[in-house]
């Protein structure tokens, strides 16, 4: 894969006549700021609803847990505070005091190392958190079914999908505020995700020397459960502060049990869910690997990792809360200084830190408004190198078969509006003709008619989106190796570019670049068919390309012709696709 600088560069070929459809393309976004009132071709910046869930035909908005964990709370502490009244509950309480045992010495307090790491994980979960809602308002439902059907989803903060009318993927995403997502702006998941990825490797990088430092210093004997007895350390310790007579604490030598217990999954259970069901979104790696596809489908995927997101909320609040209540000075102390004993020292330094991550939230949204296309540089150099490992895997056919078809498949993207277009559709595509040509042997230009002459293959995959939906279809066409070998792409060729029929929402042709290498590749077509059926107009006829290495955006739609080239850093903004030069997305979408 080239550098990006190389990818830049212009060669000096002297002055030479530019193809229509190279001039029909867009220059991208202009350097500098983002206008929120020009993002997306001015797309409306819509809100959400509040939270709900549903439980069996009818959908419960949240905002009711509040004032009902509040009543459930008071009703708790009168119970926990009737019991502590009776001998057999005092008699446990006395045989369970909450903390099981005094550790080694090497596990006593707070190590140097730990605590920068403490912090560390706090600043890289502020952008992780706030960049994934961002992403998750893109399409705001979650499912359990790898089929995205609309009503199927158990939670949602959008309004149900119309009835009445052609409702995309893309109306569907919400706007945030700026002070929450990472820009805010709808439908802005191209810069989101650089940001989520960036820190997602900062915060793994930080997980693994954790995990090293851990085990190699015995300190992980403060975090493991290694008797039974937590458990019921665990409900005495529960009790204790339900009932307002809390245990005594003592964090410095040993956590209670239950403390013990919300560390343990925190650390061993949460944080590698969070790392797993991220990468099982990644269509490179559900198509490849089988239980993936099967059965911890992207959907079921996403509703984990969001679990997992609201155990890290959860679990920060409570953390916090304690913190403050249990002893604010010395736990402060503790994971600050490192040091067991009151003084101030250790709130001067929580303000310290406290003070870098709300200077730090504050600045990451207007950092991202006014350069974008650093973002997505920075973002590119740091994180491309480990995308670029998933293009290498191989997706098998046959991980599906006709039962699991999607009853609905989620359109995206305006229709062509073109009279062009419009009378190839009027006339069934009869007057179409597919342009191959660039660096080529033998270019050329291949009527519907002669596409279907061709061979044929039929694929039954799951479309990955960009923005979480997914469905599983039955496409049919031609294989791209077969139209590889028809016109000879000349040595030197790195990517087929693939234009469209339709303008993308700030102008110009859509297009994007592919690796010549994915072209070859058995699961790769130009599908003119979609669940045995001629390919409709809002999916894309007459013509859609089907790479299944590679997310829901790369694959074009109403395709018209065919480019094999060399470099892309002439074509549209030079950064591989529509989306890349217009809303800064990855060129790289295999994850």
């Known amino acids: 894969m080239p550098s990006e600088q190389e990818q830049l560069r212009v060669a000096d070929e002297g002055p030479h006549e530019r193809d229509p459809i190279h001039i029909a393309l867009s220059a991208g976004a202009p350097p500098g700021e983002i206008d929120p009132a020009d993002w997306g071709g001015g797309i409306p910046q819509t809100n959400g609803v509040a939270p709900r869930i549903r439980l069996g035909s009818r959908w419960v908005n949240l905002l009711w847990l509040v004032p009902l964990s509040v009543a459930l709370l008071i009703v708790l502490v009168a119970v926990a505070k009737g019991l502590r009244d009776q001998p057999a509950i005092e008699a446990f309480v006395r045989r369970h005091p909450g903390t099981l045992r005094s550790p080694q010495r090497s596990a006593i307090g707070i190590p140097?190392?730990?605590?920068?790491?403490?912090?560390?994980?706090?600043?890289?979960?502020?952008?992780?958190?706030?960049?994934?809602?961002?992403?998750?308002?893109?399409?705001?439902?979650?499912?359990?079914?790898?089929?995205?059907?609309?009503?199927?989803?158990?939670?949602?903060?959008?309004?149900?999908?119309?009835?009445?009318?052609?409702?995309?993927?893309?109306?569907?995403?919400?706007?945030?505020?700026?002070?929450?997502?990472?820009?805010?702006?709808?439908?802005?998941?191209?810069?989101?995700?650089?940001?989520?990825?960036?820190?997602?490797?900062?915060?793994?990088?930080?997980?693994?020397?954790?995990?090293?430092?851990?085990?190699?210093?015995?300190?992980?004997?403060?975090?493991?459960?290694?008797?039974?007895?937590?458990?019921?350390?665990?409900?005495?310790?529960?009790?204790?502060?339900?009932?307002?007579?809390w245990p005594q604490d003592n964090g410095w030598v040993a956590?209670?049990?239950?403390?013990?217990?919300?560390?343990f999954v925190t650390v061993f259970v949460a944080a590698p869910l969070a790392l797993a069901s991220g990468l099982l979104q990644s269509p490179a790696i559900s198509n490849r690997v089988r239980f993936a596809g099967r059965r911890l489908n992207h959907q079921v995927a996403r509703t984990i990792h969001f679990s997992v997101l609201c155990w890290f909320l959860g679990f920060t609040f409570m953390h916090t809360a304690m913190i403050f209540t249990t002893g604010l000075?010395?736990?402060?102390?503790?994971?600050?200084?490192?040091?067991?004993?009151?003084?101030?020292?250790?709130?001067?330094?929580?303000?310290?830190?406290?003070?870098?991550?709300?200077?730090?939230?504050w600045a990451a949204t207007p950092l991202t408004l006014r350069h974008p296309r650093l973002v997505q540089r920075v973002g590119n150099a740091i994180t491309g190198p480990v995308q670029g490992l998933f293009e290498h895997l191989d997706p098998r056919p046959g991980e599906f078969e006709e039962r699991d078809i999607a009853p609905h498949l989620w359109p995206n993207g305006k229709m062509p509006e073109t009279e062009q277009y419009e009378q190839m559709a009027r006339d069934e595509f009869a007057s179409y003709r597919l342009r191959v040509f660039g660096s080529v042997e033998r270019p050329c230009e291949l009527s519907l008619a002669e596409l279907r002459a061709l061979p044929r293959q039929e694929q039954i995959t799951a479309h990955h989106c960009i923005q979480g939906w997914s469905g599983v279809a039955k496409w049919a066409g031609v294989?791209?190796?077969?139209?590889?070998?028809?016109?000879?792409?000349?040595?030197?060729?790195?990517?087929?570019?693939?234009?469209?029929?339709?303008?993308?929402?700030?102008?110009?042709?859509?297009?994007?670049?592919?690796?010549?290498?994915?072209?070859?590749?058995?699961?790769?077509?130009?599908?003119?068919?979609?669940?045995?059926?001629?390919?409709?107009?809002?999916?894309?006829?007459?013509?859609?390309?089907?790479?299944?290495?590679?997310?829901?955006?790369?694959?074009?739609?109403?395709?018209?012709?065919?480019?094999?080239?060399?470099s892309f850093a002439e074509i549209g903004g030079g950064h591989g696709g529509y989306n890349a030069d217009h809303e800064f997305f990855g060129y790289r979408a295999g994850i």
């Open 255 to 263: 956590y209670n049990g239950l403390q013990l217990l919300a560390y």
């Open 329 to 361: 000075l010395p736990n402060l102390n503790h994971i600050d200084l490192g040091r067991n004993g009151g003084g101030w020292g250790g709130f001067a330094v929580y303000l310290g830190w406290m003070a870098i991550v709300v200077i730090a939230w």
């Open 112 to 245: 140097a190392w730990a605590r920068w790491q403490h912090f560390f994980n706090l600043f890289f979960l502020m952008f992780i958190v706030r960049s994934g809602l961002q992403i998750l308002a893109d399409h705001p439902r979650l499912y359990l079914d790898r089929n995205s059907t609309p009503g199927r989803d158990w939670f949602r903060f959008q309004r149900p999908v119309p009835a009445d009318r052609v409702w995309t993927a893309k109306e569907d995403s919400v706007r945030l505020p700026g002070w929450l997502g990472i820009p805010g702006l709808r439908h802005s998941i191209g810069l989101a995700r650089w940001w989520h990825f960036v820190f997602d490797l900062f915060w793994l990088a930080n997980g693994v020397v954790f995990y090293v430092l851990l085990f190699d210093s015995g300190h992980w004997r403060r975090l493991v459960p290694l008797s039974w007895e937590v458990f019921p350390n665990a409900g005495s310790v529960l009790l204790q502060y339900l009932s307002l007579n």
């Open 479 to 566: 294989p791209l190796r077969d139209l590889c070998a028809r016109v000879g792409p000349k040595p030197g060729v790195r990517y087929a570019v693939f234009y469209s029929f339709v303008e993308g929402p700030d102008g110009g042709l859509y297009y994007d670049a592919h690796l010549i290498e994915h072209m070859y590749h058995r699961l790769t077509i130009l599908a003119y068919e979609l669940n045995n059926e001629p390919l409709g107009l809002v999916h894309g006829a007459p013509l859609r390309l089907r790479n299944e290495v590679e997310l829901g955006f790369k694959l074009v739609k109403w395709v018209q012709a065919v480019e094999f080239v060399e």
